[in-house]
């Protein structure tokens, strides 16, 4: 039977074979680590669970929610946002309440995507990034550029080439999977070259509070005059090590969030009642449970990029987010990066992410996501330190799954 025209539009999951092999392996016993999935493994501050249960025990919250957000939410969010970047936001016109960012930018690009509509993306991205637009009946054409001074020649080549022009530019920096930083005088040239040419700004700043060398990364809102023609979108689950319990937020343009929010009420009721309170209870905190996490995964960071190196793997450290963007070691470049996640499996016992799973430029580096406590990251290294040993002296017993099939 002919698949379904959407599902079409959609490459094979590339994750999931990464998946399967995990699962294969553990069923047979194996001890993987897995540093694949950007799955926080902290638990949730107490306080925050703690008010969750206070108000799930109120059986007037059971009832359906607010799709936008509940208002006391809503404000928390507004005061947060002036707060840390010095940006005032109308939580009844500027703020909404999402199902975490993922379904804020997929829905986003229901709300604002004809078919054949184009869309300026970095390319490697989180795949949300492009495929809401896809499946939306939108068209991407990837950026392979970095927030540097290549990005606006890219953006103009990308604009000239571009029939119909494009409808919006997506941003994600600190970058899932790159890591990399934007700064704010980037953002500043973004802005002018998006109001110049009418061009709509989505940033994804899903890892705003996971930095490490003191520069808190800025908001593209904190730019005058960004509110005419971006909307930002935010996360509760690495900020708080809330995963899942789905809660984020767009901000930012009014005529955006409009038609978000317009869209979301055909969709949704919104999160379960209780979690709104929470969320709001966090984000009207003290900031010390941020800090608490930011501070885990600079550990991390720290451990893995010296034990990684002395296993004979340099990574570049990141500067942000929950990941590090490791070049493939020389010897299995050539093998491209689906396969040498593979063979971290059955080598090493060690899981990472393929960078091709974030587009095609990405086929040289894998995602190594911070999601193991020290001691297994140590571990990690040590596995993988054996397994280039081994490949080292005996490679042809190395060679891709693919080969074994």
């Given at each position: 039977?002919?698949?379904?025209h959407k599902?079409?539009?959609?490459?094979?999951?590339?994750?999931?074979q990464?998946?399967r092999?995990?699962?294969?392996?553990?069923?047979r016993?194996?001890d993987i680590?897995?540093?694949?999935?950007?799955?926080p493994?902290l638990?949730?501050?107490?306080?925050?669970?703690?008010?969750?249960v206070?108000v799930?025990r109120d059986?007037?919250?059971?009832?359906?929610s607010s799709?936008?957000?509940?208002?006391?939410?809503?404000r928390?969010?507004a005061?947060?946002?002036?707060?840390?970047?010095?940006?005032k936001?109308?939580?009844?016109?500027?703020?909404?309440?999402?199902?975490?960012?993922?379904?804020?930018?997929?829905?986003?690009?229901?709300?604002i995507?004809?078919?054949?509509d184009?869309?300026?993306?970095?390319?490697?991205?989180?795949p949300?990034?492009?495929?809401g637009?896809?499946?939306?009946?939108?068209v991407?054409?990837?950026?392979?550029v970095?927030?540097?001074d290549?990005f606006i020649p890219?953006?103009?080549?990308?604009?000239?080439?571009?029939?119909?022009?494009?409808?919006?530019?997506?941003?994600n920096?600190?970058?899932n999977p790159?890591?990399?930083?934007?700064s704010?005088?980037?953002y500043?040239d973004?802005v002018?070259f998006?109001k110049?040419n009418?061009?709509?700004i989505?940033?994804?700043?899903?890892?705003?509070?996971?930095?490490?060398?003191?520069?808190?990364p800025?908001?593209?809102?904190?730019?005058?005059?960004?509110?005419?023609v971006?909307?930002e979108?935010?996360?509760?689950?690495?900020?708080?090590?809330?995963?899942?319990?789905?809660?984020?937020?767009?901000?930012g343009?009014?005529?955006?969030i409009?038609?978000?929010?317009?869209?979301?009420?055909?969709?949704?009721?919104?999160?379960?009642?209780?979690?709104?309170?929470?969320?709001?209870?966090?984000l009207?905190?003290?900031?010390?449970?941020?800090?608490?996490?930011?501070?885990?995964?600079?550990?991390?960071?720290?451990?893995?990029?010296?034990?990684f190196?002395r296993?004979g793997?340099t990574?570049p450290?990141p500067?942000?987010?929950m990941f590090?963007?490791?070049?493939?070691?020389?010897?299995?470049?050539?093998?491209?990066?689906?396969?040498f996640?593979?063979?971290?499996?059955?080598?090493?016992?060690?899981?990472?992410?393929?960078g091709?799973?974030?587009?095609?430029?990405?086929?040289?580096?894998?995602?190594?996501?911070?999601?193991?406590?020290?001691?297994r990251?140590?571990?990690?290294a040590?596995?993988?330190?054996r397994?280039?040993?081994?490949?080292a002296?005996?490679?042809?017993?190395?060679v891709p799954?693919?080969?074994?099939?």
């Open positions: 039977m002919e698949e379904f599902v079409r539009r959609l490459p094979p999951y590339v994750f999931e990464v998946n092999l995990k699962a294969s392996a553990r069923s016993g194996a680590i897995d540093l694949g999935m950007g799955n493994d638990p949730t501050p107490k306080a925050i669970v703690d008010k969750l206070e799930v059986p007037r919250t059971h009832r359906y799709s936008r957000g509940i208002p006391g939410l809503r928390a969010q005061a947060y946002y002036a707060r840390r970047f010095g940006v936001l109308d939580p009844d016109t500027q703020v909404v309440a999402t199902l975490g960012s993922k379904e804020g930018f997929a829905n986003m690009a229901q709300a995507t004809a078919p054949g184009v869309v300026l993306c970095p390319n490697p991205t989180y949300i990034h492009a495929f637009f896809i499946m939306s009946g939108g991407i054409r990837s950026l392979q970095e927030p540097d290549g890219a953006l103009e080549r990308g604009v000239r080439h571009s029939i119909p022009k494009p409808l919006a530019l997506i941003l920096y600190p970058s790159t890591a990399l930083v934007a704010l005088d980037f500043k973004v002018a998006a110049k009418d061009i709509i989505l940033s994804d700043l899903a890892y705003s509070e996971i930095y490490f060398d003191g520069n808190p800025p908001s593209v809102l904190q730019v005058p005059g960004a509110m005419d971006a909307v979108f935010t996360s509760m689950s690495k900020t708080f090590s809330m995963p899942g319990w789905r809660m984020g937020f767009a901000v343009n009014e005529r955006l409009s038609a978000l929010t317009r869209v979301k009420s055909y969709l949704d009721y919104g999160a379960f009642t209780p979690i709104q309170v929470a969320a709001t209870a966090a009207n905190g003290d900031g010390s449970d941020i800090a608490e996490v930011r501070e885990v995964y600079r550990k991390r960071r720290d451990v893995m990029v010296d034990s190196a296993a793997w990574i450290a500067a942000a987010s590090a963007w490791a070049p493939i070691p020389e010897p299995f470049r050539h093998l491209g990066s689906l396969e996640s593979k063979l971290l499996i059955e080598h090493a016992d060690v899981a990472v992410a393929p091709i799973g974030f587009g095609e430029h990405g086929d040289d580096y894998v995602r190594v996501a911070l999601v193991e406590n020290e001691h990251i140590r571990q990690a040590r596995s993988i330190k397994f280039l040993a081994t490949s002296k005996q490679p042809n017993n190395v799954l693919a080969a074994h099939r």
